[in-house]
């Protein structure tokens, strides 16, 4: 789930990694602005929550984003998911 000023988005991730990731995404979205993230992982747990993500660049229905500040459990939570799938 992507929220910005004015909507609120469901996409697919791509690529995610502790920096951010690759967002598929019907919605048309601006380089240059910020956004906040919920993302569903495999882990059946609740949202990992992105506060503030920077989208660094867009081309047609993708774009990446740069996660900013994400609060610290969801940081660790994060991290442990992406060495448990990197096994």
């Not at 867009?58 to 940081?75: C, K, S, Y």
Request: with cysteine; net charge neutral; charged share 20%.
């Amino acid at each position: 789930m992507l929220a910005g000023a004015a909507y609120l988005s469901e996409a697919l991730i791509h690529n995610l990694s502790e920096a951010g990731c690759l967002v598929e995404c019907e919605h048309t979205i601006l380089a240059g602005s910020c956004i906040t993230a919920r993302l569903l992982l495999p882990d059946q747990a609740p949202a990992l929550v992105i506060e503030v993500a920077a989208i660094r660049w867009v081309r047609q229905h993708h774009f990446g984003i740069e996660f900013l500040r994400t609060p610290a459990p969801d940081h660790s939570r994060l991290n442990r998911f992406l060495s448990s799938y990197r096994r």
